[in-house]
């Protein structure tokens, strides 16, 4: 890559790892001087930066001027977690008739081992609009895994009976378990955004 783009590679990178690790509180001001300052940058590439992961759905123009944190509610996260299980159901439709599945990556476990299934599957159709799709909402909703690993207190059992279907299960199997893990999450999409805002302790009532 050419040297005069390395200032905005830089800005990029380290800002969606910021906004994907939820650094930023939602609907908060990101002030370009100040990612600028902390980056030792000029404005220039932090703003091009912002401007690109709006594209990405991990930045949205403020009314008047500046960038803001994706602002979250229950019914768009709810829309998002439908979002994703209609991608990974269609997935499973048009990869129907492989002869084996794509191979895990070797060492993932728990949430990340679901996320990893979930990439898999989606990239196996080798259906470009569905997969940029899918990773779009996907990086959305992974910027809520902290605080849905607080509202599920089984999350870590959850992810490994998932993962374990794809092994020993069918495909139908496989789907319905998916599915079930959407619907689970949609359900409680209002309790995983008030402890996206607050942050703290688990609540209670998560199904």
Known sequence: MPRARDPFRLALENIRDRA??????????VVIIEEARRL?????????ALAWLCGEGLMERAPRAGYLAPRLDAA???????????CLATSLDLTAD?????????GAAGETAVRDLF????????????????????AQLRLLGD?????FADAVEEARALVRIETVGSRTQLLTAIDAYHRRRMENAAVIVLEVERGGPLPTGAG
């Open 98 to 106: 492989l002869a084996s599945p794509p191979a895990a990556t070797p």
């Open 40 to 48: 030792g940058l000029s404005t220039t590439p932090v703003r091009e």
């Open 119 to 138: 990439d898999r599957l989606v990239r196996a159709t080798g259906n470009r609009a569905l997969v940029e799709t899918f990773q779009r909402v996907d």
């Open 76 to 86: 768009l996260l709810r829309d998002r977690f439908w979002v994703r299980l209609r």
């Open 147 to 151: 605080a849905e690993a607080r509202v």
């Open 20 to 29: 994907m690790r939820g650094v930023y509180a939602p609907g908060g001001s």
